[in-house]
């Protein structure tokens, strides 16, 4: 057991050169690059309007004291402005889009969590390929212009998961990432990082505002969410997540995403 105050340090990151520019050649431009695990870009702001996205693996987002994991599935919107991280724990196709502030746009103010749509992700995809095609201006254009429209349609994605700031809680949410079936009690938790379990409880929900219990259920769910866009079979999923059977597994995922996860990947 480790003793109270004692220093829990982070694993390393590697800090990457933020792309610079001075201003947007277009209204909406593509910046493509895959990050290798544990690679951050640092704390910056840009002056246009950015959505962050991964087409695979899982980003983690910083803004202001705030943290998030984000899938495949969803996106962060950060206006002009706002100061930002964005890294990749195990890797991740980042697939950004700079966006202008031009008239008509009509986004959120404050940083905020989208659902992307099958929609979004295709066009997303395709001008990306547009560009390595030399298509004409005119497609590009066009390409751009649906982005914004179907910018203004995604939903507010209301279920994300948060991320704690504390060195401790960083080592335990880092732990369950990566072993989501790790079962290990709140008190074994607490003796790992020295303190009681009382403690941990009310530090992790202060910080997190979910419970322990409620921040594994919805890791889980995430990663089922991440490893269905992956084309991962359904029972090797449970299995990594920690259920005992498929079937506990589908119960669970009915629960929350309304559909069996069969369903899901059918959409």
């Known amino acids: 057991m480790r003793e109270e105050g004692a220093v829990f340090r982070l694993q390393e990151w590697t800090t990457i050169a933020v792309p610079e520019f ?5 209204d909406v431009v593509m910046r493509a690059q895959n990050l290798a695990p544990r690679e951050i870009f640092p704390m910056h702001t840009h002056g246009w309007n950015q959505l962050v996205y991964a087409t695979s693996g899982t980003l983690v987002v910083t803004v202001a004291d705030a ?10 919107w950060v206006p002009t402005g706002v100061p930002h991280t964005t890294g990749a ?18 986004m959120p103010a404050t940083c905020t969590v989208l659902s992307v749509s099958p929609l979004m992700r295709a066009l997303i995809i395709e001008l990306e390929a547009a560009g390595t095609r030399a298509e004409s201006a005119d497609y590009i254009g066009t390409l751009n212009a649906l982005i914004r429209a179907q910018l203004q349609r ?6 994300h998961l948060p991320w704690p700031r504390s060195p401790q809680l960083h080592h335990l949410c880092e732990t369950l990432l990566s072993e989501p079936a790790d079962d290990r009690s709140a008190d074994a938790w607490a003796r790992e990082l020295g303190w009681s379990g009382r403690t941990l ?19 889980r769910v995430f990663l089922a969410v991440e490893w269905l866009c992956a084309g991962r079979n359904v ?5 990594d997540l920690g259920y005992a059977s498929t079937s506990a597994f589908s119960y669970m995922f009915r629960l929350e995403m309304g559909c069996t996860p069969s369903a899901w990947r059918r959409r």
């Open 22 to 26: 001075d201003t947007l050649p277009a």
């Open 67 to 76: 943290w998030y994991v984000i899938t495949p599935e969803q996106a962060i």
């Open 89 to 106: 724990l195990h890797g991740a196709a980042f697939r950004n889009l700079y966006v202008a502030d031009v008239p008509g746009l009509d």
């Open 154 to 159: 995604l939903r507010v994605q209301d279920f």
């Open 201 to 219: 409880l009310r530090r992790f929900e202060s910080e997190v505002g979910l419970s322990l219990r409620a921040w594994r259920h919805r890791l």
């Open 235 to 239: 029972t090797d999923i449970a299995l």
